[in-house]
C-alpha cells in the first residue's frame, strides 16, 4: 500500500478521468467530498456537462471515530470485489463498479443521483411500492447463487479465503452480538431507557439465544453476504432499486443479511408514531412498512424455493424435505438477527435516523423501548414465529 494516500478532491477527479471516457478530453472537473457514511470518503465528480461518477476512497481508520480506530484498506477491495460478484448475478440490483485501484483502496462507480437513499426517503414518509420486490429478488438471487446449493466445494473454498474479511466482521461481532449485552463503554444509549437497557446486560436467558446467533454468524458459511443490508445501504425510486456499501460482505448465514433488512424496516415502522404528528398518517406508514415486510419475505422464500427446485447442482441438496428445512431455518435466523438489529441500534454504538429523528423526548423513549421489547421476543420466539404473527406482534 505504499502508493495510498487520502484523495483531496482535486486527486479524486484525476483518478476519475484517467480511468473513464465519460468526461471527454478537455472537460472542466468539479470534485466535491460528501460521503455521510461511518466509514470512508465519498467523491462526486463532475463535468461541465452534468455527467459525474462517484469515488469512494477507504481511509486507514474508521472516519467516525477517527485514526484512535485503525481499519484495514482491504475493505475497499472487499467493497469492489462483493459488488462485482452480486453485479454478475443480479446486475439489476447492484451500483456498478467502474474501476478498483487496491493501491489507493480507490472504487470508480456509478453516480445514483437519479435515486434517493432508501433510509431517509423512508423517514419522510415517501413510499416505494416495488423496494421489498427488489430487495427480495436481489438477496435471493445473490445468496442462492454463492452457496453450496450451486458452488462445488473448492470453488466454494477458495471464495471464502477471498472474501475472509476478518476485521470488519469483528466490527459486527461486537457491535452487534456483544457490546449492547454488557455495561460497554462503546454503548450509546439514552438516560431515559438506561433501566431497560440494564435489564439486557443480566438477561442470561436473552443472552444464550444472542451467543446461538454469533456463533452462527461466526461459523454458518452459507453464502457470500453483502453483510451491511441496512436501509442506508439501499438507492431507490419509483421503479428501480441499488445496493451500494458492500464492505462487510464475507461468508456467512443467509438469515443475517435478510434478517437485517427486515430489522431495519421494523425500526422505521415502530419510529412511525414519533415521527409523524397526525396518527392516521402514522397508521398508515406503518401499513404500507408491514407490507413491505411480507412482500420481501414471501418474495424472498418464493424466489429460493424455486432456485433451488430448479437449480441445485449438488445432488445431495435436490432433497425437497432439506430444502423445505434449509428455508425454514433461514426464516429462523433472520428473525433473530432482525431482533439483534433492532436492540443494537437502540442501545449499541450506531443508531439510525429513523429513531433518532423522533423530536419529543417521550415518544423518542417509548419508540426505543418497544424495538428493546420487539428484538427480545423476536430473539427468544424466532423458532415458533410465522410471519403473520410477526406482523401481528409489532
Ligand atoms: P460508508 O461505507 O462510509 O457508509 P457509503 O457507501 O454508505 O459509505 O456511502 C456514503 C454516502 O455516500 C451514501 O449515503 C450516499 O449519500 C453517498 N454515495 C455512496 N455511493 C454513492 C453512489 N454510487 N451514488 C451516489 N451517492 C453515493
Ligand atoms: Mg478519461
Ligand atoms: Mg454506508
Ligand atoms: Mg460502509
Not at 46 to 55: A, E, M, P
Not at 67 to 80: F, K
Request: glycine residues 6%.
Amino acid at each position: 500500500m505504499s502508493d495510498y494516500k487520502p484523495f483531496s478532491p482535486k486527486q479524486a477527479a484525476r483518478f476519475a478521468d484517467l480511468h473513464s471516457d465519460l468526461f471527454g478530453d478537455h472537460s472542466q472537473l468539479k470534485a466535491e467530498e460528501f460521503g455521510d457514511g461511518n466509514l470512508n470518503l465519498v467523491f462526486r465528480v463532475k463535468n461541465n456537462r452534468s455527467s459525474s461518477l462517484i469515488v469512494k476512497q477507504a481511509l486507514p481508520y474508521a472516519r467516525c471515530v477517527g485514526e484512535s480506530w485503525p481499519l484495514t484498506l482491504d475493505r475497499a477491495r472487499i467493497e469492489a470485489q462483493v459488488l462485482q460478484q452480486h453485479g454478475k448475478i443480479c446486475p439489476d440490483h447492484v451500483v456498478e463498479v467502474y474501476h478498483f485501484d487496491q493501491d489507493l483502496a480507490a472504487i470508480l462507480m456509478e453516480d445514483l443521483h437519479q435515486y434517493e437513499i432508501a433510509r431517509t426517503a423512508l423517514i419522510q414518509g415517501k413510499s416505494f411500492p416495488l423496494l421489498a420486490q427488489h430487495i427480495a429478488h436481489y438477496l435471493a438471487q445473490v445468496l442462492f447463487h454463492t452457496s453450496d446449493f450451486v458452488m462445488t466445494g473448492p470453488v466454494k473454498k477458495a471464495r471464502q479465503q477471498q472474501f475472509s474479511n476478518p476485521e470488519l466482521c469483528l466490527i459486527t461481532e461486537d457491535l452487534f452480538f456483544t457490546d449492547p449485552y454488557s455495561n460497554h463503554e462503546r454503548n450509546n444509549i439514552n438516560p431515559t431507557i438506561l433501566p431497560e437497557a440494564q435489564k439486557l446486560w443480566l438477561d442470561t436467558e436473552l443472552q444464550a439465544e444472542v451467543a446461538q446467533l454469533k456463533a452462527d454468524f461466526l461459523s454458518k458459511p452459507q453464502a457470500l453476504l453483502h453483510g451491511d443490508m441496512h436501509s442506508g445501504s439501499i438507492f431507490v425510486n419509483a421503479d428501480s432499486t441499488k445496493v451500494i456499501d458492500a464492505e462487510f460482505g464475507f461468508f456467512g448465514p443467509i438469515g443475517f443479511d435478510c434478517g437485517s433488512f427486515i430489522g431495519n424496516l421494523l425500526l422505521c415502522t415502530l419510529a412511525q408514531t414519533g415521527l409523524t404528528k397526525d396518527p392516521a398518517t402514522a397508521q398508515s406508514r406503518q401499513t404500507y412498512l408491514k407490507d413491505q415486510i411480507q412482500q420481501f419475505w414471501q418474495g424472498f422464500a418464493a424466489e429460493f424455493s424455486q432456485l433451488m427446485q430448479q437449480e441445485t447442482a449438488d445432488t445431495s441438496f435436490q432433497n425437497s424435505l432439506y430444502q423445505q428445512r434449509f428455508l425454514q431455518q433461514v426464516w429462523q435466523d433472520s428473525l433473530g438477527y432482525a431482533g439483534c438489529e433492532l436492540i443494537r441500534r437502540t442501545v449499541g454504538l450506531a443508531h439510525v435516523a429513523d429513531l433518532e429523528k423522533i423530536a419529543d423526548p417521550a415518544q423518542k423513549a417509548n419508540a426505543e423501548t418497544a424495538a428493546l421489547t420487539l428484538g427480545r421476543q423476536l430473539i427468544l420466539q424466532r423458532t415458533s414465529l410465522g410471519l403473520e404473527q410477526l406482523l401481528d406482534l409489532i
